[in-house]
């Protein structure tokens, strides 16, 4: 009589169990080759999807003021060799004027040639911050005739030079030198500064940020979530970068912001001046002007006009001490630079920031010094 054989049980099956794969060596190289080249594309193919609209006058929005990828965008817009690229902080941005109301504009009206001279300034910078935004933001900033502002209002204290001990918060922190040189009342940890040098040179880095200043309110995607629970991150996206408006409260002759510095009653000013060999910001400058040269950038240097006419007589001393200083490295180094004369006291709406009308003059000198008239004529 023939046996059965024995029926096998199927195995029990274990709850709870996942379906995993497990990835051998060259798997895992294809994933990372996948993961890097979207992480390559796509800052460039979203460039392509996004609208940019500028106009004439255009200035990076006072709240894209971060948007460190959409201020390197914009040069690699206008950088061109029949155009004029002016650098600087607030000044050349126009804290207290409309963009049409700024320096580069009014220099556009004296050479008679609408977009000629770029507003290249952001708010909020200072030497060690643009510094660094022209070394890691700005790559397309080669072969161009550039206008360079020098801003003394950077070294009249040690607070405002960064180098004091104490812990101070400042603008732009991911644009200055993480750790050399060392700043010394800038106490971020580890981790803070790491990722400002990953976001510095990878652009997909960059672009989170973008994305995050242009339509996550200048959070996180993951902070915004959190404050928007029911929200859906991709409604966010508005394929356009938003324009500034063009009448701001805050700025323009009908702002309250927009009078003289001695409107309030302001009294005379002392500043404790920072010595040239012992200032951060003064050799972040100095450094600043060798990357431009070293680009091959035809660089001219704007020194001033601050006001001194809220300077007390020793601090005006001091500051010609210092400009003449400046004016004199300048000259060493065979770099064409000019010190426009000083404005009328009802033009200066603080230390350093002309008005509207300030500005307006301030061009007018600038346009008509034969220092400044052979350099653009490249002379």
Same mark, same amino acid.
């Given at each position: ?190 981790? @803070?500064?790491?990722? *400002?040098?990953?976001?510095? &040179?990878?652009?997909? #880095? !960059? +672009?989170?940020?973008?994305? /995050? ?100 007589? @020793?601090?005006?001393? *001091?500051?010609?001490?210092? &400009?003449?200083?400046? #004016? !004199? +490295?300048?000259?060493?180094? /065979? ?45």
């Amino acid at each position: 009589m023939a046996t059965e054989s024995p029926i096998s049980k199927p195995a029990a099956e274990e709850p709870f169990s996942s379906n995993e794969m497990r990835l051998d060596a060259r798997q895992w190289l294809i994933a990372l080759a996948i993961v890097m080249l979207a992480m390559l594309l796509t800052p460039p193919l979203w460039e392509r999807i996004e609208r940019f609209d500028t106009g004439p006058d255009y200035r990076i929005p006072y709240s894209f003021s971060k948007d460190y990828q959409l201020y390197s965008r914009r040069l690699r817009q206008v950088c061109d060799p029949n155009r004029v690229i002016v650098l600087g902080d607030s000044v050349i941005w126009g804290e207290y004027v409309l963009r049409n109301g700024t320096l580069p504009h009014f220099l556009d009206r004296e050479a008679g040639e609408p977009n000629r001279f770029i507003n290249a300034g952001v708010n909020g910078l200072f030497p060690l911050a643009l510094e660094g935004l022209i070394e890691h933001y700005a790559p397309s900033l080669r072969g161009q005739r550039v206008v360079l502002h020098w801003n003394a209002l950077w070294m009249t204290s040690a607070k405002a030079d960064l180098s004091v001990d104490e812990e101070e918060p400042f603008n732009h922190s991911r644009l200055v030198p993480q750790f050399s040189p060392r700043i010394p009342c800038y106490k971020a940890d580890a981790n @803070e500064r790491l990722s *400002a040098l990953v976001e510095q &040179r990878f652009g997909f #880095a !960059a +672009w989170v940020g973008h994305l /995050q200043n242009a339509y996550f309110g200048q959070k996180g995607i993951l902070n915004w979530t959190l404050d928007n629970p029911v929200g859906n991150p991709l409604s966010q996206l508005r394929w356009r970068v938003p324009s500034a408006a063009l009448d701001d409260a805050k700025r323009g002759p009908k702002s309250p912001r927009h009078k003289p510095w001695f409107a309030g009653g302001s009294n005379k000013t002392r500043f404790d001046w920072v010595a040239s060999d012992s200032s951060l910001q003064w050799r972040a400058f100095q450094r600043l002007v060798g990357i431009l040269r070293g680009r091959g950038n035809d660089l001219l240097v704007v020194l001033g006009p601050f006001n001194e006419h809220l300077m007390v007589e @020793e601090s005006q001393h *001091a500051y010609r001490k210092l &400009r003449d200083e400046t #004016a !004199a +490295w300048l000259s060493r180094n /065979q770099i064409p630079h000019l010190a426009p004369e000083l404005l009328p006291s009802a033009l200066y709406a603080d230390a350093s920031h002309p008005l509207t009308e300030g500005y307006e003059l301030l061009a007018k000198n600038i346009y008509s010094d034969e220092t400044f008239q052979k350099w653009l004529q490249g002379k």
